[in-house]
């Protein structure tokens, strides 16, 4: 079975730090370029940051460039992303995906080319 699961959110204080984790299982990473994805309630989806099958493509949406950070461990089939002068606005939950590619790409506006989603990790950011 193919599958990918989050881990590492929570609560913290502004200005805190997180590191979220994305495991596949079923499937190498090696193959899949890896999304992070974020919805607040009552908001829409929006992509966060991604990485590309190889590592040499990142993205990162405008509001957490400089905070965010997304890397992969291939050897641990995982995918983090450090989270770090988290704001009150970062407060969502967040999905990894993986998304099949045979390029050294990832593609962060378009969710729909995902293949496989996590059910998500809560982050909450309050003093």
């Known amino acids: 079975q193919l599958q990918v699961v989050e881990s590492g959110g929570g609560l913290v204080q502004p200005g805190g730090s997180l590191r979220l984790s994305c495991a596949a299982s079923g499937f190498t990473l090696t193959n899949y370029a890896i999304g992070w994805f974020r919805q607040a309630p009552g908001k829409e989806r929006e992509g966060v940051s991604c990485i590309s099958t190889r590592g040499g493509r990142l993205r990162y949406a405008d509001s957490v460039k400089g905070r965010f950070t997304i890397s992969r461990d291939n050897a641990k089939n995982t995918v983090y992303l450090q989270l770090n002068s988290l704001k009150p606005e970062d407060t969502a939950v967040y999905y990894c995906?993986?998304?099949?590619?045979?390029?050294?790409?990832?593609?962060?506006?378009?969710?729909?080319?995902?293949?496989?989603w996590g059910q998500g990790t809560q982050v909450t950011v309050s003093s």
């Open positions: 995906a993986a998304d099949r590619q045979l390029f050294d790409i990832c593609v962060l506006s378009d969710g729909n080319s995902y293949d496989y």
